[in-house]
């Protein structure tokens, strides 16, 4: 770790290499745009952060510690910053804990290492030199183990948990009342349309709260009987949305927020679907017998069925995709987006007229 073992050339090639290769893997499983930044931005930011750990550690320690180990490190330390900028928002508490117990670290290793003392007066600039680049490497190793368990945990918490979460600020309601007309809430549907939604990109929270507002307006139009919240996690790149019928959530996945709105919009009202399917069952199932043979109720005895026997896609994704459950929700999610703009269009040409 602390001596040469590649040429300058090697080294830079090695470096160059394998930090493409975990950009890749970062980019797909768990990069996150900055809300303040923007995609493209945030896309610098991180290759900025890239570029600079690398060009401060060939300038501190090119001379005397070039290998593999030293380039695993510097990358794994670039990540890692951005990994605690990007995600401190989800996981800011345990973050600074990690963060914490590095810092401590380092201030013990540091001082083992300053307050040694010095066997020769004669070579204090030597041996101050020495400690000094022993004391870069030391920082530099801790706070690139510092950036690989910020990953770890990232990793583990996105790719198999699913669970960093962003929740709206916008409450759902339980009553859907005149108040949530569309015609009500209009400043608020009037940011669906491309040209302001795009102004949005990376701000997920303000997108979050539109998403919310459009799922209390449509709750009032399907008669919900419960709040439904509206999440964002940080999902597998296949799942755009899913709706959680057990806590009355409709989950979407941050990585859709910035295509075009009527693409989230769709997804969005497809779970609204969903959630009125669920109400539709349950109506249903507190019916006696007889009452449940009842023409009107035939559609409910498919959707109770298709739940009870829920075909997730995994193994057989023509047998999810031609559910009655889901084909039903896809129409609507159409249907119900159409109407929305053009709703927002008749809106705009109104305005446009003179009284």
């Known amino acids: 770790m602390r001596r040469n073992t590649m040429s300058l050339v090697k080294y830079n090639i090695f470096t160059g290499i394998w930090t493409l290769a975990f950009f890749a893997f970062y980019r797909y499983y768990m990069f996150i745009s900055l809300r303040e930044l923007g995609l493209v931005r945030s896309n610098l930011l991180l290759a900025a952060i890239l570029i600079a750990v690398y060009l401060i550690n060939i300038l501190i320690s090119g001379r005397y510690a070039r290998n593999k180990v030293s380039a695993v490190l510097v990358i794994a330390l670039s990540f890692g910053i951005y990994t605690f900028i990007g995600y401190k928002v989800f996981l800011g508490e345990l973050f600074l804990k990690i963060v914490m117990a590095a810092a401590v670290l380092m201030v013990i290793c540091l001082g083992a290492i300053f307050f040694k003392r010095m066997p020769n007066r004669k070579s204090h600039r030597r041996i101050i030199r020495n400690r000094l680049r022993m004391g870069y490497l030391t920082v530099r190793d801790i706070a690139a183990g510092c950036g690989i368990v910020l990953i770890a945990v990232v990793f583990v918490q996105v790719v198999l948990f699913g669970s960093v979460l962003r929740a709206s600020s916008v409450k759902p309601t339980k009553l859907y009342g005149d108040e949530y007309a569309m015609e009500k809430n209009m400043d608020t549907f009037l940011l669906l349309q491309d040209e302001e939604w795009k102004k949005l990109d990376g ?7 539109i998403l919310q ?5 449509e709750g009032r139009y399907l008669s919900f009987n419960r709040p439904i919240n509206v999440v964002a996690e940080y999902l597998g790149s296949s799942t755009w949305a899913y709706y959680s019928d057990n806590d009355g959530r409709i989950v979407v996945n941050e990585r859709i927020l910035d295509r075009p709105s009527e693409d989230v919009l769709k997804s969005v009202l ?7 399917q669920h109400q539709y069952v349950e109506i249903y199932k507190s019916l006696d017998g007889s009452d449940q043979e009842n023409f009107f109720m035939m559609e409910a005895a498919t959707y109770a069925d298709e739940i009870e026997n829920y075909a997730d896609g995994t193994k057989d994704y023509h047998e999810y995709y031609s559910q009655r459950l889901e084909a039903d929700a896809r129409a609507y999610g159409i249907t119900s987006t159409t109407v929305i703009f053009s709703r927002i269009e008749e809106y705009l040409k109104a305005q446009e007229q003179p009284d």
């Open 270 to 276: 497809h779970e609204c679907y969903h959630c009125a």
């Open 213 to 217: 507002t459009v799922v209390n307006c």
């Open 203 to 209: 701000d997920y929270q303000k997108k979050l709260d």
